[in-house]
């Protein structure tokens, strides 16, 4: 079962999305509070129900917020980041090497999400 870790940094708090295995399958932002940090794993385990936009292939078919992006980076790795229903970025992935690992990050984080524990 996996389960948000909220731990605090030099500018403040943020939360990584670890999947059972203990693998760390989405990351936050940094909050400036505590409070927004738990916040924003509220809207993570509201939101990601969402739907996938694959933006790697044309012509791109726009999907309602909340949603996973699924994108190339800059160095051709394939990301996602979660977007809540007024359009904020409130998770994000590290880079795969295939669209398909990417993609089954996605569905990690719709499984382990919503009835993931908060540690701190």
């Not at 909340?66 to 998770?91: M, V």
């Amino acid at each position: 079962m996996g389960k948000f870790v909220v731990r605090e940094t030099s500018t403040g708090f943020k939360f990584d999305l670890k999947a059972g295995n203990g693998e760390v399958i989405a990351t936050s932002e940094v909050y400036s509070t505590k409070a927004a940090c738990l916040n924003g794993v509220a809207s993570v385990k509201n939101n990601c129900v969402g739907e996938i936009e694959d933006q790697t292939v044309e012509p791109v078919e726009a999907v309602k917020h909340p949603k996973f992006e699924l994108y190339t980076d800059k160095a051709g790795e394939f990301r996602f980041r979660l977007k809540a229903k007024n359009g904020e970025i409130i998770a994000t992935s590290e880079g795969y090497k295939s669209k398909a690992s990417c993609e089954n990050g996605i569905a990690s984080v719709k499984k382990n999400a919503p009835d993931a524990e908060i540690v701190e």
